[in-house]
C-alpha cells in the first residue's frame, strides 16, 4: 500500500496511474493485429471480427463476442456481405455495417435482431468506412462512400437518412474524419490534406483550427472528447492541436516527435480534469501528451485497443486491460508523499492506531487543531470511491469510519451510501461479470441502467441480490429483474411446459408488477401455447389475460375468465367476438353454460336483436319469459288481428309455463280487445287500448248501462269496484235521483261513507247529508265532518267515546265553538277516567 | 352498449351548439340506439366532437359507435372515472338508477363491478379498509371482486392511513321493506312527495311568492321553485332528519331565535356594537330566508300529511308491518284500486302485504292482480312478472311466515316511538325502525353472531372479510375516538334509512360513525317505476 504511487506518473501538475483491471480470460495470440474490434465504453462488451478482408467465399470469418473481461459470450461464423465497421448500440447491441450499406443488429447473444440500409445508392458506390458514435439522440451511425459522400444517422431506432453535401476537391475517403454534435446538430469534420471542413446538413464550409501554424502539415488524424467538447488534431509533421471543438479556442500544441500517424488516439479526461490530455497509439509506443505540453510515454509490447471513457482510457491488449486515467485530485491529496491533506493525515492517523500507537492521537488531535476533521472524513470517502482496489478501499474507509467517531452531528449518508455502492461495484467488476465500471461512470449511468445491463446479461440472481441488498422498491428493482428472467425462461426450448411453469409460478409468485400476460404472450410468440396458457392462469388481471387467451382463440377459457373478472365490459368483449367466430348453435350451447354471459348477451338481444331473444328462450324452452316477450311484441303490432294472434301465442306459451294466471288474463285481454272493436263498430265509442275499468268508465257515461253489465258479468267483476264505479260516474254527472236510487238498490258492499264523500266532493251538501244516518258508526263521525257538521260530528265521537275521533273534531273546531270544545274536553275528560 | 343518454352537452353546461366544439356524455344504461343514431345526423355538420364515457370507458359501446361509421368522427373519445358522487359531507351515491332492476331482474352485474371499482378507488384516497362485512349475494359479489382487484393492483400498495374502520354491504333484497313504506322524516316526506333529484326539489312556486310592499301579488310565479337541499344550510343539518312532526316546533324555536337576533339592533349602542351587528348580518337575513322556504315547505307537506287519504294510507302501512290481517285482501287496498289512484301507490301497498306476509296466498295474488290488470290495463302484466321475479310481489312459496320473527328479534316495531325527542331508529318512521339499521345497528354492537338465526332467515349470504393492512399503518385509537364505518346500500337507499344511521352517528354511545354510500338515492315510488316495464312506450 505504500506503494500506491508507484504506478503514478507526474503529467503537468497532475498524475496519470494506469491500473490493471483484468488478466483477460480469452487465449488470443496477435489475433487483436487483424482483427475488427469494437469495445462498448462503460464496460461494456468486445465485438471481434476476425480477418474480416479476406474475401475467398470459401472461408467465413469469425465473429466472437466477449465481456469486457474477455470471457466468450458467443461466436459463430460470418455469413453475410464484408464488414467495415463494427460498433455499440447505447442498449448493447451490435452494429454491423457491410460495404454494401446494410446494418445488420445483433443482441449480445448473437442472435440476429433486425438490419437497415444506409441509402439505395450506396450498394453502387460501397462504404469505405464507418463510425458509430453516441449523442443524446441515442446511436447513430456515419458512413462515407465510395463517391466521397458521407451520409448520416442519428438516431438508428428512429432511421432518418441524411445525405450530406458534397465536399469540394474530395477523391476517395478523407485522410481522417469524426463526427460532432454540438448545437443538438449532428456534424461530420473531415480533413483532405491541410484542408479542414465542417460539413453540416445544408453546406460544406472550410475552417481553420486557431493557432495551428501552417507549417504543421495535413491533419492525418483527429479524436473529439467523450463529452464532444474537445477536439485533438494530429498533424503529418507530428504535430497534436487541441482545442474546443467549436474551434474558437485552442489549448495547446504539443510536438509529438513522430512523424507516422497513430493507430488510435483518445480523448484521457475526467469530471473536473486537472490536467486533460489525449492518448495516443502507436504500434510499439502508448503516448499521453497533456494539454500542458508534457508527455509520459509507455512502451508497448503487443497490440492494443484503447476505448474512450467518461473519466479515462481503457487499453485492452490480448493479454489484459488496464485502465489509464488521471488520478482524481482528492486521491492525490491523500496518497501524495509527504501530504499534510486532512484525508491523508487521516489515513495515517489510523493507521497508527490499528498499531496502538500514541501517534494516532497526535495526527488526530493535528487535524482538530484545523477543524478540518469532517473535511478529513468526507476525503477518505471520496477517496475509497475511486479506488479500485478493495484493500485500499478498505483501509480508507475504516479511516473514515474512525475519524466519523470523533465528530458530532455528521450525517453517516454518504458514509453507508459509498459503502453498499462500492460493494455493487466490486460485485460487478468480477471478472466473470466483467463490467469494470469506475464508480464516475456509476453515477453516471445510474443504477437503473446498471440492473437493466446485468439483466441484459442474464445475470438475474446477481441484478436481484443487488436490488434486493439497495432495497430498491420492488416494483421497480425485483419486479422487473424477474419479469426479464421469466421471458427469458419460457424461450428455453429444452424444458418441459410444467416445468417452466412451476419454475416460473415458483420464483415470481405473487411479486407485484410482473405481469404474467406479459410472460405468457412471450411464450405463445415462441409458439407455446399450452405452457401461455399455464401462465396465463396465475395472472391476476383479467383485462390483460382475455384478449391474449382470445388470441390464441381459447375463447371457452377466455370466457370464463371474463366472467370470473366481474368486468361485464370485458364479458361482451368475449361474447362479441365468440358471435362473429362461431356458428349459432355452438355460439348458443357455449353461453348455456355461462349464465352470466347468457344474461348479458339477453341484455344486449332486447336492444339490438329482439329475433335471437325469442331464439335463446326457445332454446332454453323458457316459456314463461318467451311468453312475456309476446306480449311485449304484441303492443309493437299495428293490426289488431296480428296482435290477436301474437297474444294467442304468448297465452298457448303461458299454459305451457304452468302459469294458468297469466294465460287467463291474456285470454280475458283478447277478449276485451275483441268486445272493445265491437262496440267501437257498433258505437263509435272509441274504446280500443283503455283498461276493463276504463271501458266501463266510457261506456256509462255514454248512457251504455246494459254493455256495462255485460263486462261487469263477463269479466267477473268484484261489487264493491263495480259499486264504486257507478256511484263515481253518477256523481259526475250529477245524476242525484239515480244515484240515490242506486243506493236504495241493495246493502251497498262498500258502505256509505263513500255516497256522502263522492256528493261533497261536488259539493253538494244537502244529497251528503242523506246517506249519513246510513254511514256505519265508526265511519259517523268522518261522515259528518265530511258535510262539515261539527255538532254532529261530536255527538257521534262522544257517543262511541273514542277519544282520537274527539281529537279529530276538537282540531277542526274553531274559536268560535267554545261550547263545542268544553263539551267535548269534558267528554275526553271522562272517557280517560274509565 | 350502455348508452343512455347521449346527448349534445348544452344540456350539461357546456359551450352551446352553436360553437364549433359538441361533447357527448355517454352514462350507463340500456335504451334503444336512436340516439347513437342522432349523432350520425350532428356529424354531417363541420364541429369538432368529443365523446366522453361516464363513469367508464365501454367496449361495447365504442364498437358500436365503429358500426355506425361514426367513431372516426370524434377528436377525443376518453372517460370521466366517476364512480362515487358526492352528495353531502357523509352522502356518496353513484346516481345508478337502474341497478336494482339489473342485478335482481336481469342478472346483469355491471353495476357491481362499477361498485367494486369506486370502492377501490375510494380506498386509494382514504386508506384500506381493513374489515369488510356483508349481507346478500352482490355484497358477496362485490366483496370478492374488491378482493381480486387488490390482488390486481398489487405492489401499489397505498400507505395511508385508513379512514374507515369497517365497510358494510348490504343488499337491498335483504331489507325489501323500508323503502317500501312511507317515509316520515322531513327530508324523507319531501322526497315522497315532490322528488328530491341530484339534490334539487321543485316545488309548487304559490306559497314562496314574495310578498313585497306596493306591489300586491298579482301575478303569481308560474315557474316550480327549485330549491337546493344539503347540510351547507345550517337550519336543513338541523331538521331535515326529524320526524315530521317535530318539525314544527323545531321551525318555530329557531324563529325566535332569530327575531331575538335582530332585535338585538336596539341594544348596539356603541358604533363597535352596531359594526358587529352589521357584520353578523348577511348570515341573519340567509337565516331567516332560509326559515320563510323550510316553514313554507313545511306547510306544503302539512297539508298532505293531515289529508284523510294519508292517514289511511299510512294506517295499512303500519298494520302491515305489525303483521295486521297480512293475509287477507285489504279492503282500503281495494278501494284504493277502485278509486284509481296511482298505481304506483297500489303497487307499493300490496308489494309491502306480500313482503310482511313472506309471500301471499295465491288467492289473494291473484285477486289483486286481476284487480290492477282490469283497472290499469293488462299492459302490466310485465310490470307485475318483474315484481314477481324480483320478490316483491309474489306467492307464498312455505306455509310458514317468517316475518314475525324478525320483526320481534330485531325489533323492528317500536310501539312507543318518541317521534319529539328520539330514542330509538324507528322515529324515522314513526313505529318501524328500518330492517337494514337494525342490521348495521347490531352489526356495532353486540355483533352479528346474536343474530345469527335472523340473518339466515333474510336472503343471500352473510360474510366478514379482512383485508390486511401495511405494517404500520394499523390505528392507535385514543380513547373516546370514533370508529367510522361505511355502510353502502346496493341497490338503493331511502332518506329515511340515511336519517336513521345519523342519528345513530349522533347519539349511539358506541361512538361509531357511519358515511353512508348508494347505488342510488332513492324512494319507493322511484324504485318501484324502476321496476315497472311499459311495453307501449318501448314502441320504435
Known amino acids: ?834 | 352498449m350502455k348508452l343512455r343518454r347521449c346527448s349534445p352537452s348544452k344540456a350539461a353546461g357546456s359551450p352551446p351548439l352553436t360553437s364549433k366544439t359538441s361533447f357527448f356524455l355517454c352514462v350507463p344504461g340500456w335504451s334503444s340506439w336512436t340516439s347513437s343514431l342522432k349523432i350520425e345526423d350532428k356529424m354531417q355538420s363541420s364541429r369538432d366532437f368529443h365523446i366522453l364515457f361516464v363513469p367508464r370507458r365501454s367496449l361495447l359501446c365504442e364498437q358500436r359507435l365503429k358500426e355506425q361509421g361514426v367513431l372516426g368522427a370524434f377528436i377525443n373519445i376518453d372517460e370521466y372515472i366517476l364512480d362515487l358522487i358526492p352528495f353531502d359531507g357523509d352522502l356518496l351515491s353513484m346516481e345508478y338508477e337502474s341497478a336494482f332492476r339489473e342485478c335482481y331482474l336481469e342478472n346483469d352485474q355491471t353495476s357491481l363491478y362499477h361498485t367494486a371499482k369506486g370502492l377501490m378507488t375510494l380506498q386509494a384516497l382514504y386508506g384500506t379498509i381493513p374489515q369488510i362485512y356483508g349481507k346478500g349475494d352482490c355484497a358477496r359479489h362485490v366483496a370478492n371482486m374488491m378482493l381480486r382487484m387488490k390482488r390486481e393492483f398489487a405492489g401499489s400498495q397505498n400507505q395511508i392511513l385508513p379512514v374507515f374502520d369497517t365497510l358494510l354491504l348490504l343488499d337491498r333484497n335483504v331489507d325489501l321493506l323500508t323503502p317500501l313504506a312511507t317515509q316520515l322524516t322531513y327530508e324523507g316526506l319531501i322526497d315522497e312527495i315532490y322528488g328530491i333529484t341530484n339534490g334539487y326539489v321543485k316545488l309548487p312556486p304559490e306559497k314562496f311568492a314574495q310578498k313585497k310592499q306596493g306591489e300586491a301579488s298579482k301575478d303569481l310565479p308560474t315557474e316550480p321553485k327549485k330549491l337546493q337541499l344539503n347540510s351547507a344550510e345550517e337550519l336543513y343539518a338541523e331538521i331535515r332528519d326529524k320526524n315530521f312532526n317535530a318539525v314544527g316546533a323545531a321551525l318555530s324555536k329557531k324563529a325566535k331565535i332569530i327575531s331575538a337576533a335582530f332585535e338585538e339592533r336596539h341594544n348596539a349602542k356603541t358604533v363597535g356594537e352596531i359594526k358587529q351587528f352589521v357584520s353578523q348580518l348577511p348570515h341573519m337575513q340567509a337565516a331567516r330566508s332560509s326559515l320563510a322556504n323550510h316553514t313554507s315547505i313545511a306547510e306544503l307537506i302539512k297539508d298532505i300529511t293531515t289529508s284523510d287519504a294519508f292517514f289511511d294510507n299510512l294506517t295499512v302501512e303500519q298494520e302491515f308491518m305489525t303483521g295486521v290481517d297480512t293475509d287477507k285482501v285489504n279492503t282500503h287496498i281495494e278501494d284504493a284500486i277502485a278509486q284509481k289512484d296511482p298505481l304506483i301507490k297500489i303497487l307499493r301497498l300490496v308489494c309491502m302485504q306480500s313482503v310482511c306476509n313472506n309471500g301471499l296466498k295465491q288467492k289473494v295474488l291473484d285477486y289483486y292482480k286481476r284487480e290492477i290488470l282490469q283497472t290499469y290495463g293488462y299492459e302490466h302484466m310485465l310490470t307485475l312478472n318483474n315484481l314477481e321475479k324480483a320478490g316483491l310481489f309474489k306467492p307464498q312459496t312455505t306455509s310458514r311466515n317468517n316475518y314475525p320473527t324478525i320483526r320481534k328479534t330485531l325489533k323492528l316495531w317500536m310501539e312507543d316511538a318518541n317521534e319529539q325527542n328520539p330514542n330509538d331508529i324507528s322515529y324515522v318512521y314513526s313505529g318501524y325502525a328500518p330492517l337494514s339499521i337494525r342490521l348495521t345497528q347490531i352489526l356495532a354492537w353486540p355483533g352479528w353472531r346474536s343474530i345469527e338465526e335472523v340473518l339466515k332467515m333474510l336472503p343471500g349470504p352473510h360474510f366478514e372479510e379482512r383485508q390486511q393492512l401495511p405494517a404500520g399503518l394499523h390505528k392507535k385509537r385514543q380513547q373516546g375516538e370514533n370508529r367510522t364505518t361505511l355502510v353502502f346500500f346496493l341497490g338503493g337507499v331511502s332518506y329515511a334509512e340515511i336519517a336513521a344511521l345519523r342519528f345513530l352517528s349522533q347519539t349511539e354511545d358506541r361512538g361509531m360513525e357511519y358515511i353512508i354510500a348508494t347505488t342510488k338515492l332513492m324512494n319507493g315510488t322511484t324504485w318501484i317505476k324502476s321496476l315497472m316495464d311499459r311495453p307501449e312506450s318501448q314502441t320504435p
Open chain 1, 1 to 834: 500500500m505504500a506503494f500506491i504511487t508507484a504506478t503514478w506518473n507526474p503529467l503537468g501538475e497532475a498524475f496519470y496511474r494506469k491500473t490493471e483491471l483484468y488478466e483477460m480470460h480469452w487465449t488470443m495470440k496477435d489475433a487483436l493485429r487483424d482483427c475488427l474490434v469494437a469495445a462498448a465504453p462503460y464496460g461494456g462488451p468486445i465485438a471481434l471480427l476476425r480477418e474480416p478482408h479476406r474475401r475467398s467465399p470459401s472461408s467465413r470469418p469469425q465473429l466472437e463476442i466477449y465481456s469486457a473481461s474477455g470471457v466468450a459470450v458467443t461466436s459463430f461464423p460470418w455469413k453475410s456481405g464484408p464488414v467495415v465497421h463494427l460498433g455499440w448500440t447505447v442498449s448493447d447491441e451490435l452494429l454491423c455495417i457491410q460495404e454494401d450499406g446494410s446494418v445488420l443488429i445483433y443482441d449480445l447473444f448473437g442472435s440476429f435482431k433486425r438490419h437497415f440500409s444506409m441509402g439505395q445508392e450506396v450498394v453502387q458506390s460501397q462504404v469505405l468506412e464507418a463510425k458509430v458514435f453516441h449523442s443524446p439522440y441515442g446511436t447513430g451511425v456515419a458512413i462515407v462512400t465510395g463517391s466521397s459522400r458521407f451520409t448520416l444517422a442519428t438516431n438508428i431506432d428512429d432511421l432518418k437518412l441524411r445525405r450530406l453535401p458534397e465536399v469540394p476537391g474530395l477523391q476517395g475517403k478523407p485522410s481522417c474524419w469524426v463526427v460532432l454534435t454540438q448545437d443538438r446538430q449532428t456534424k461530420v469534420l473531415l480533413s483532405n490534406g491541410p484542408e479542414l471542413y465542417i460539413l453540416d446538413n445544408t453546406s460544406c464550409t472550410a475552417v481553420f483550427p486557431p493557432g495551428l501554424s501552417p507549417q504543421s502539415g495535413g491533419i492525418v488524424h483527429m479524436c473529439v472528447s467523450f463529452s464532444y467538447k474537445y477536439l485533438a488534431l494530429f498533424t503529418d509533421t507530428g504535430q497534436l492541436w487541441t482545442g474546443t471543438s467549436n474551434l474558437q479556442e485552442k489549448l495547446s500544441e504539443v510536438d509529438t516527435n513522430m512523424l507516422t500517424p497513430p493507430k488510435q488516439m483518445v480523448w484521457c479526461r475526467r469530471p473536473k480534469s486537472q490536467q486533460p490530455s489525449v492518448v495516443l497509439l502507436w504500434d510499439r509506443l502508448l503516448m499521453v501528451a497533456g494539454v500542458c505540453c508534457d508527455t509520459i510515454q509507455f512502451p508497448v509490447e503487443d497490440q492494443c485497443v484503447l476505448v474512450g471513457e467518461l473519466d479515462g482510457v481503457r487499453v485492452i491488449s490480448s493479454t489484459n486491460q488496464e485502465l489509464l486515467q488521471e488520478v482524481p485530485l482528492v486521491c492525490q491529496d491523500i496518497f501524495k508523499i509527504a501530504s499534510m491533506a486532512p484525508g491523508a493525515l487521516l489515513l495515517e492517523a489510523h493507521r497508527e492506531y490499528e498499531k496502538s500507537s500514541q501517534k494516532a492521537d497526535e495526527y488526530l488531535r493535528e487535524i482538530k487543531e484545523q477543524s478540518m476533521l469532517g473535511e478529513a472524513v468526507r476525503q477518505c470517502v471520496e477517496a475509497a470511491g475511486h479506488e479500485y482496489d478493495t484493500n485500499i478501499q478498505k483501509s480508507l474507509l475504516r479511516a473514515a469510519s474512525f475519524g466519523k467517531c470523533f465528530l458530532t452531528d455528521f450525517s453517516p449518508d454518504p458514509f453507508v451510501t459509498i459503502c453498499r455502492e462500492l460493494r455493487v461495484l466490486n460485485a460487478i467488476r468480477d471478472s466473470s461479470v466483467g463490467l469494470p465500471l469506475t464508480h464516475t461512470q456509476f453515477k453516471h449511468m445510474t443504477l437503473q441502467v446498471l440492473i437493466d445491463r446485468l439483466v441484459y446479461r442474464q445475470f438475474y440472481p446477481l441484478a436481484m441480490e443487488i436490488c434486493r441488498y439497495l432495497k430498491i422498491p420492488e416494483y421497480q428493482g425485483i419486479s422487473r429483474v424477474l419479469k426479464h428472467w421469466a421471458s427469458c425462461k419460457v424461450q428455453q426450448k429444452d424444458l418441459s411446459d410444467e416445468a417452466i411453469a412451476r419454475a416460473v409460478c415458483l420464483k415470481v409468485g405473487d411479486s407485484p408488477g410482473v405481469s404474467y400476460s406479459h410472460i405468457a404472450a412471450k411464450a405463445y410468440e415462441c409458439g407455446r401455447t399450452e405452457l401461455a396458457i399455464k401462465l396465463l392462469d396465475f395472472e391476476a388481471r383479467s383485462g390483460e389475460q382475455v384478449p391474449l387467451l382470445l388470441k390464441m382463440k381459447r375463447s371457452h377459457l377466455a370466457l370464463s375468465k371474463a366472467v370470473e373478472s366481474g368486468d361485464t365490459d370485458l364479458v361482451y368483449t368475449v361474447v362479441t367476438y365468440l358471435k362473429n367466430e362461431m356458428n349459432r348453435g355452438d355460439f348458443f350451447m357455449t353461453l348455456r353454460n355461462q349464465p352470466v354471459a347468457l344474461s348479458l348477451y339477453r341484455q344486449f338481444c332486447k336492444l339490438q336483436e329482439q329475433d335471437t331473444l325469442k331464439d335463446l328462450y326457445n332454446q332454453d324452452d323458457d316459456h314463461q319469459e318467451l311468453a312475456n316477450y309476446y306480449v311485449a311484441a304484441s303492443y309493437r303490432e299495428q293490426r289488431l288481428e296480428s296482435r290477436l294472434s301474437v297474444l294467442q301465442t304468448a297465452v298457448d306459451e303461458y299454459n305451457k309455463a304452468k302459469n294458468e294466471f297469466a294465460a287467463k288474463a291474456t285470454e280475458d285481454e283478447m277478449r276485451l280487445l275483441r268486445l272493445q272493436r265491437k262496440l267501437d263498430d257498433e258505437k263509435g265509442a272509441g274504446l280500443l287500448g283503455l283498461s276493463l275499468q276504463e271501458t266501463m268508465e266510457a261506456l256509462l257515461a255514454l248512457g251504455l248501462h246494459k254493455q256495462t253489465d255485460q263486462l261487469y258479468r263477463d269479466f267477473r267483476v268484484p261489487d264493491k269496484r263495480y259499486w264504486w264505479l257507478k256511484l263515481k260516474s253518477l256523481a259526475e254527472r250529477e245524476d242525484w235521483e239515480e244515484l240515490e236510487k242506486f243506493s236504495k238498490s241493495k246493502k251497498s258492499p262498500i258502505g256509505y261513507l263513500p255516497f256522502v264523500e263522492v256528493c261533497t266532493k261536488r259539493n253538494n251538501k244537502y244529497e251528503a247529508k242523506k246517506y249519513i244516518p246510513k254511514v256505519a258508526p265508526e265511519q259517523k263521525v268522518r261522515a259528518h265532518l265530511a258535510v262539515s257538521d261539527l255538532e254532529g260530528a261530536a255527538d257521534a265521537a262522544i257517543e262511541r267515546k273514542n277519544d282520537s275521533e274527539m281529537g279529530a273534531v276538537l282540531s277542526r273546531c274553531s274559536a268560535s265553538d267554545r261550547l263545542l270544545i268544553d263539551r267535548l274536553n269534558r267528554a275526553r275528560a271522562s272517557a280517560a277516567k274509565k
